[in-house]
């Protein structure tokens, strides 16, 4: 099963910002709908943010809205997440995924999700 890798988790000071990458090298992000996701300890997955395919359809958690921005480079087959004014409670495992209909909506969950990365470490701290 092809896979997603992400990139890009550090360790951050509150209000710090990060870049995070998903790449694949087996198949064509375009045709797909991508998701980002974080999970904390102790809690469940949840859906950051989400880009269709044309880029006109996008989604935010609450919580980020005003501070991340999803968008992806089709020339580079990646999908970024731009993270500022990072906050503690950002702290998580993130995640990108293909939506498995190809696109998602606002109702799209982790279970309409495929080919899961490995995850990449965001610790934000002071």
């Known amino acids: 099963q092809v896979q997603l890798v992400e990139s890009g988790g550090d360790l951050v000071q509150p209000g710090d910002s990060l870049r995070l990458s998903c790449a694949a090298s087996e198949f064509t992000l375009y045709y797909y709908g991508i998701g980002w996701f974080r999970q904390a300890p102790g809690k469940e997955r949840e859906r950051v943010s989400c880009?269709?395919?044309?880029?006109?359809?996008?989604y935010y958690l609450d919580s980020v809205k005003g501070r991340f921005t999803i968008s992806r480079d089709n020339a580079k087959n990646t999908v970024y997440l731009q993270m500022n004014s990072l906050k503690p409670e950002d702290t998580a495992v993130y995640y990108c995924a293909t939506a498995k209909v190809g696109f998602c909506t606002a109702d799209s969950t982790p279970a309409d999700f495929g080919s899961w990365g490995q995850g990449t470490q965001v610790t934000v701290s002071s």
């Open positions: 880009i269709n395919t044309s880029g006109g359809r996008i």
